[in-house]
T-cell receptor, first 114, second 114 residues
């Protein structure tokens, strides 16, 4: 079974530029999550999709971050414009939404804003 | 609201020694509980999970965890640590009301001395 795929693995941009991350979840997983992990901290949930719909985006900085999930499968997370404090690893995860299952994580995209 | 506390930011043990990583959670009902491990530059890998039943759960790589409802704890243990166990460990709680929202602790970084 293929895992959660993310690209790119690394990205360096200047502040005020824009950037986009892509995630392909495990086939059949209804729920997709984007987490932000700042160095030395635990992952923080940015947005959670169930199929096409948003379940939770309470911690997404909506003035600069946006996310979409096309046809309930792939997802993109965009930052525009980026700030220095956005430097972090962005993790995508997916789950089956069934009792007894867990979230599976991709390897993440490390973003550095200079 | 859900929350997870990992009181130890760093732990250092000698190879072959026993290990216990602490996790306390806050949740109104019986939660789903997880321990994940993250090696440098890698995504999160599931070590074990608890949903119901036996409060002592076994995981991969020789790890186990015990759910104690009275203490709102889910501590991770290993009888004999190997140098390859050096990594960051995250405790997580997932909502059981149907949203499957995962909240992570801040992590415990484990260092193993040869």
């Amino acid at each position: 079974e293929a895992g959660v795929a993310q690209s790119p693995r690394y990205k360096i941009i200047e502040k005020r530029q824009s950037v986009a991350f892509w995630c392909n979840p495990i086939s059949g997983h209804a729920t997709l999550y984007w987490y932000q992990q700042i160095l030395g901290q635990g992952p923080k949930l940015l947005i959670q999709f169930q199929n096409n719909g948003v379940v939770d985006d309470s911690q997404l900085p909506k003035d600069r971050f946006s996310a979409e999930r096309l046809k309930g499968v792939d997802s993109t997370l965009k930052i525009q414009p980026a700030k220095l404090e956005d430097s972090a690893v962005y993790l995508c995860a997916s789950s089956l939404d069934r009792v007894g299952t867990e979230a599976f994580f991709g390897q993440g995209t490390r973003l550095t804003v200079v | 609201a859900q929350s997870v506390t990992q009181p130890d930011i760093h732990i250092t043990v000698s190879e072959g020694a026993s290990l216990e990583l602490r996790c306390n959670y806050s949740y109104g009902a019986t939660p789903y509980l997880f321990w994940y491990v993250q090696s440098p530059g890698q995504g999160l890998q599931l070590l074990l999970k608890y949903f119901s039943g036996d409060t002592l759960v076994q995981g991969i790589k020789g790890f186990e965890a015990e759910f104690k409802r009275s203490q709102s704890s889910f501590n991770l243990r290993k009888p004999s640590v190997h140098w390859s166990d050096a990594a960051e460990y995250f405790c997580a709680v997932a909502d059981t009301s149907g949203t499957y929202k995962y909240i992570f602790g801040t992590g415990t970084r484990l260092k193993v001395l040869a």
